[in-house]
């Protein structure tokens, strides 16, 4: 068991490494068809990976043994289609593709979905919190330069010198009421999404 396990690693760093092709000269003379089977299937592979692994290996004048690779991969899908990993591929924001057989898809579907409206939820909740950092940063900019343009002011002798930076303190001032009332928007849109994130069912397995 211990020796298989191994060799599923290798086979799995082996395919990452491959680029493009799934699968290079070398693993395709070597392939254990069950194994990769297994690999694929584990991983959330559709069946349709065998047709990418028979191409990447023609050139070779190789062909796949798509018994020995449906054995294996029909022993490794059922690892992938539990409900606890349905609910996480959902929270990670990976798609699912209806690969699961028809006696564990409905857990599957309906964990992934669950999982799928959190990192959904959340992934709205980063953004507005981007977006709130971004205009807290501008706020702060705006802050610095009405400072120094009081201090231009205090500074200034001549009156068309002193009109001029009363204009553009006046316009400094504007800009940051109105960035402050998009600020506090934003922060209602997030109280908000942070409530829903926070409503959403724990999802138990």
């Known amino acids: 068991m211990k020796n298989k396990v191994l060799k599923l690693l290798f086979v799995g760093a082996a395919l990452l490494l491959s680029g493009c092709a799934t699968m290079n000269k070398e693993e395709c003379l070597s392939a254990d068809w069950q194994l990769l089977g297994l690999t694929d299937g584990a991983k959330g ?5 065998l047709d990418e692994h028979r191409s990447a290996c023609a050139e070779y004048g190789v062909s796949p043994d798509p018994i020995a690779y449906r054995k294996g991969y029909d022993e490794g899908i059922v690892t992938y289609c539990t409900p606890a990993n349905g609910y996480q591929q959902g929270l990670n924001g990976n ?46 900019q705006l802050e610095s330069d009405i400072r120094d ?34 600020l506090r928007a934003l922060e209602r849109d997030l109280s908000l999404k942070e409530h829903e994130l926070l ?3 724990q999802y138990h397995y």
């Open 45 to 49: 592979y559709r069946l349709a990976r």
């Open 95 to 140: 798609n699912y593709y209806g690969q699961c057989p028809a006696n564990l898809h409905d857990a599957f579907a309906k964990a992934h979905e669950q999982g799928l409206q959190r990192y959904a939820l959340q992934s709205e909740i980063n953004a507005l919190e981007n977006e709130l950092y971004r205009y807290e940063d501008e706020i702060d």
């Open 149 to 182: 343009k009081e201090v231009e002011y205090l500074q200034a002798d001549e009156v068309s010198v002193r009109r001029r930076l009363l204009i553009e303190l006046g316009r400094l001032r504007d800009d940051r009421r109105h960035l402050q009332y998009d």
């Open 199 to 201: 409503a959403l069912p």
